[in-house]
């Protein structure tokens, strides 16, 4: 049971840590209080310095100004590694994994269970790892290579190092983003194993459902300060989202009527070997068509298919009744086709470049001029978009290794909206971004089907599809299994075609 | 709720498995040495001769020692350029005991060889940690200074076989079964090595660093005392090596070991170790040694000009360089498929 707040001591406090980054002042007034036995949730809008705040807890930022007490004592961490000496054990919001090692080493690097003369004992290692996996309930092989590993797997290592460490601060920065409904309950129960045992939690997320049905407390942030903390049932979403933005918002954009036209995209029979298996469907300009499914259905294979990433065994497809090149993205962006890829920080950015670069990256075609790219037209560019999707960002010549993640995702969804596709396959497009610019992303991709642009969405986050989706296409293991109708579909019939649970 | 089980996808495990890659790797190499033993000895019988195989092994022996040094410092994703230069100080420095002090036992000429070598390895380990110079910077400037030091100290002599006692030549020449002691020292090493880069947390370590930098940094690796120690060993078997080579040949100049650096590196590589660090093996890497001068003696068997010599050894190293980028995406795409978490799967 949760210990009453009053008369416990704090494990860990946080005291107007401020903590800049050159000019950038990514945190201004940090405060959290974390107690023992308490999921503690962390809010704020893309930017607000949550990720910043939580590198301070973990050793990896040393503020600039500001007290952190663990158990009541002052504390300067030098390193990671002091702040888990110190019993905090951090998930990053980006996987930090070690691609040539196994993820059983990934999860005790450094931890390794020895046998007599210091030497690693393989075999107890992988045990354990497997051990972790069941309490999460999942299968993973310990023994594989963390190469190759899908961006939900491995949430779910850095989940398992996490909770190896058996810590008494466990802090998530949104571990959440990447995974399946099922993982996230099992996740929360094992989160609230850990507070009976006395382990206090600080839980990050943009889905704000899942702070208010795992935590207890919420501090809200906005603009690299704090704003307020309550226990959640002095709460609502509504007063939650006020204090992030600092205004009222509307959390769902109203999709407007649409006038589907001409089919542009259609897709016969394409198969991947093991992947998937003989997809087809058409897309119409003007029209917004969701692939919907389980994660691992197989949606995000079938759309790198599309665009050529991926060889598709069999099948065709067509833009405007013109055979499309398989196998070849450059075929693909030159019949007019987008993707904005699901992995964003490894599929879609240039880490090492400004944020202009990386928005005009996608349209160096239309900026060229006399073979040359003006730098002046790539801002201009990118000034654009960055207002459009409300970007925060100190100059758009900054790396954006240095922009928040929500940040970074826009960025991506920025640099392939800037080309004007006539076709826009979108994967997973809100993950990570903030509820108000949520409404401002599904208000774009509504806008852009009214200028006769067909769009492909997949996403997991089941009332986006059904508010934005003209029709919904279900996959499971790699079929297609139904079409729905956007207005007649519901969460019900989604979910039933996509666990196989159909009357039919 | 209800909860099922998704059915797991068959095959491609075996891909999966973290030693999978370079055990194929190290058989190729195996593969490749027994081609080309089989192919000189077709055109040169005596190319199969005990003492020429006895060559054979001695030949790779120095190279392959320097390659285990070489193989843990590439393993964090650094380089050493200045190991021929140590190996040729070194030799020269043990020499120089040899003339000056001719009872000198021939143990200590090895630890003066080693203790020379170490601190140069220091040297190179502090200015790259604690200064943070690139390492490539750092051993290649080691590289010149050396040679300049000892230039000034050789200054035009030479030590010959007079001064290097017939004990400690021994060693470069005498066999125990038939076996020269020199390679049974390197397979020693190289056999400690192998054990200690799989058995213990700080060679793990050296793995972790190369393979992600970051990620090394937010698990609380220290990366700085690892890649220290790394240069240490690599500058102490450089430094062994310079031992071995005045008791191979009980004689140095001044440019003994000029270029070793590039032919233990390029050993290395062939020998699987990843150029930008995080996956690799020391037998791999003496095996790659092996191979290059299996190759070398081979041409010399079959009296082809040496000169292709270094165009093979070329050739290999991108074959090689080429070979692990192709099998690295294709390993990559294997992984991807490769159905990772077994989840279950709901209807909520
Ligand atoms: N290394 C850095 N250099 C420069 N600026 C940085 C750096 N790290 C963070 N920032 C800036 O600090 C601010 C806060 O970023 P932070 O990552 O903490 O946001 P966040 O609340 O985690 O957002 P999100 O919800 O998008 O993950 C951002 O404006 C970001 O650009
Ligand atoms: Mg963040």
């Known amino acids: 049971m949760p210990v009453d707040a009053s008369d416990a001591r704090p494990v860990l406090e946080l005291e107007r840590a401020t903590k800049s980054f050159g000019a950038v002042r990514a945190i201004v007034d940090g405060t959290i209080t974390l107690y023992r036995g308490e999921a503690h949730a962390l809010v704020g809008e893309n930017g607000a310095g949550k990720s910043t705040l939580v590198k301070i807890l973990a050793g990896v930022h040393a503020p600039d100004s500001g007290d952190l007490r663990v158990d009541g004592i002052d504390v300067h961490f030098r390193g990671p590694a002091d702040a888990r000496d110190a019993g905090i054990a951090v998930i990053y919001q980006e996987p930090t994994l070690f691609p040539d090692l196994t993820v059983a080493e990934n999860i005790f690097m450094g931890r390794q269970p020895v046998r007599a003369g210091r030497r690693i004992d393989r075999r107890a290692m992988n045990s354990a790892a497997t051990e972790i996996f069941t309490r999460l309930g999942v299968v993973l092989d310990p023994d594989r290579q963390a190469r190759g590993l899908s961006v939900a797997d491995q949430q779910l290592v850095e989940i398992a190092k996490a909770l190896s460490l058996n810590a008494q601060v466990l802090v998530m920065d949104e571990p959440t983003a990447a995974l399946t409904n099922v993982e996230v309950d099992r996740l929360f129960g094992v989160v609230s194993t850990l507070r009976s045992h006395g382990a206090a939690v600080l839980f990050i997320s943009h889905r704000l459902e899942e702070v208010f049905e795992a935590c207890q407390r919420v501090t809200i942030m906005r603009d690299g300060a704090f704003v307020r903390t309550d226990p959640i049932e002095m709460l609502t979403v509504g007063d939650v989202i006020t204090a992030m933005v600092g205004r009222k918002l509307d959390t769902m954009f109203p999709k407007t009527p649409s006038h589907p036209g001409d089919v542009v995209l259609e897709v016969r029979g394409l198969s991947r070997t093991g992947i998937f298996s003989d997809i087809s469907f058409q897309v119409r300009r003007g029209e917004l068509v969701s692939l919907a499914g389980l994660v691992g259905a197989g949606r995000s294979e079938v759309a790198r298919a599309i665009f050529g990433i991926d060889h598709a065994t069999a099948g065709s497809v067509t833009v405007d009744g013109k055979p499309l090149r398989l196998g070849d993205p450059l075929a693909a962006m030159a019949a007019g086709i987008a993707l904005v890829p699901e992995d964003r920080r490894q599929q879609g950015l240039v880490m090492g470049l400004g944020i202009d670069r990386n928005v005009g990256l996608a349209s160096l075609r239309r900026l060229r001029r006399r073979g040359l790219i003006p730098r002046s037209a790539e801002r201009l560019l990118a000034e654009d978009w960055a207002r459009r999707l409300q970007l925060k960002f100190a100059r758009l010549t900054d790396t954006v290794s240095t922009l928040s993640g929500g940040n970074q995702q826009k960025v991506v969804l920025g640099k392939w909206l800037a080309r004007d596709p006539r076709i826009l396959i979108v994967d997973e497009p809100t993950r990570g971004i903030d509820v108000g610019t949520k409404a401002e992303v599904h208000r774009m991709l509504d806008d852009l089907t009214s200028q006769g642009i067909a769009v492909l969405m997949i996403s997991s986050e089941l009332p986006e599809v059904l508010g934005m989706s003209d029709r919904i296409l279900v996959l499971r293991e790699g079929r297609l299994v139904a079409e729905i109708g956007g207005s007649d579909a519901t969460e019900t019939s989604v979910m039933r075609a996509a666990t196989g649970q159909e009357a039919a | ?348």
Do not use: C
């Open chain 2, 1 to 348: 709720m209800t909860a099922t089980l998704s059915p797991p996808r068959q095959g491609h495990t075996r891909f999966a498995r973290a030693g999978f890659l370079m055990r194929v790797r190290e058989l190729g190499i195996v593969l490749a040495i027994v081609l080309v033993f089989v192919a000189a000895t077709s055109v040169n019988p005596a190319f199969a001769r005990l003492d020429s195989v006895q060559q054979l092994l001695i030949g790779a022996s120095i190279i392959a020692l320097m390659g285990v040094g070489e193989t843990m410092v590439i393993l964090t994703r650094n380089y050493d350029l200045s190991i021929g230069s140590i190996l040729g100080l070194s030799a020269y420095v043990i020499g120089m005991t040899f003339r000056a002090h001719p009872g000198t036992p021939i143990v200590l000429g090895f630890l003066i060889g080693i203790a020379l070598g170490a601190a140069i390895g220091a040297i190179n380990g502090w200015i790259t940690t604690a200064l943070r110079v690139p390492s490539l910077v750092v051993t290649l400037a080691m590289l010149y200074v050396i040679r300049g030091v000892d230039g000034v100290i050789v200054n035009g002599s030479i030590i010959g076989s007079d001064v290097v006692p017939r004990s400690f030549q021994a060693v470069g020449f005498a066999t125990l079964f038939g076996i020269p002691w020199m390679a049974i020292i390197v397979v020693v090493v190289v056999a400690v090595a192998a054990y200690s880069l799989r058995s213990f947390r700080w060679a793990r370590d050296l793995y972790a660093i190369g393979s992600s930098p970051e990620a090394a940094d937010l698990a609380g690796i220290p990366a700085g005392r690892r890649v220290f120690t790394a240069f240490v060993v690599s500058g102490a078997l450089a430094g062994l090596a310079g031992a071995l080579f005045l008791a191979l040949y009980a004689q140095i100049d001044v440019n003994g070991g000029t270029g070793y650096e590039f032919l233990v590196i390029a050993a290395v590589v062939v020998g699987g170790v990843a150029i930008f660090g995080g996956s690799g093996t020391v037998a791999g890497a003496a095996l790659g040694a092996f191979l290059l001068n299996t190759i070398n003696q081979a041409l010399v068997a079959t009296r082809i000009s040496a000169f292709w010599n270094q165009a093979i050894a070329g050739a290999l190293l991108l074959a090689a360089i080429a070979f692990d980028q192709w099998l690295k995406s294709r390993m990559t795409t294997k992984l991807q498929l490769e159905k990772g978490a077994l989840r279950e799967q709901s209807s909520d």
